[in-house]
């Protein structure tokens, strides 16, 4: 019978086992994690070149993105990429471009902080000027301080994905007023 080492007592992170053919390496680019994290975080590994089927590791979350031009979320269980998308209005491609440590979009992790990125401008040309949402702000409230109605709002807008989600500091496009 084969002795297992004992794993940290804390993981900042997730205890794997590996598998026929893992190496840290494979394993680093796998998760998203820096290599020597995962080595620094394992110390019972006494030849970190040598792993065995079985054995159990600690795999640190991979590190968030060092700047963020929206806000952080830390993953909880059972989220998808897609599901933080929906729930924030943000385009999935702009969350994978915000967090170039995610190697797997299918592959994220409860505890995991990701950064939700502002949505972008609108790609269109603007019929009437841009403005900067506010904190606390409604599409609603905004409508109605330029006398429009929310639904020429949104059809200016069509990186807004849900009329309720938005963000301060977002730059959204006001349509002219029609007389």
Known sequence: MER???IP???DGFIYTVMRGDTLFILSARFGTPL????AAN???A???????????????????????GFFYT?????????ISQRFGVRLVDIAIANPQIINPDVIFAGQVICIPIPPPPSIECSGFLYTVQSGETLSQIAQRFGVT?????????Q?????????GQQICIPAARS
Do not use: K
């Not at 020597?36 to 080595?39: F, L, P, R």
């Not at 030849?47 to 031009?69: A, T």
């Not at 807004?160 to 301060?168: G, K, M, S």
């Open 4 to 6: 297992q080492l004992p």
């Open 9 to 11: 007592s804390e993981c």
């Open 36 to 39: 020597n994290q995962i080595i």
């Open 43 to 45: 110390p019972q590994l």
């Open 47 to 69: 030849d970190p070149d040598v792993i065995v089927p079985g054995q159990r590791i600690c795999i640190p979350l991979p590190p968030p993105p060092e700047r963020c031009s």
């Open 75 to 83: 993953i909880q269980s059972g989220d998808t990429l897609g599901q």
């Open 150 to 158: 929310v639904q020429q709002i949104f059809a200016a807008n069509p």
């Open 160 to 168: 807004i994905i849900d009329v309720n989600r938005i963000f301060a």
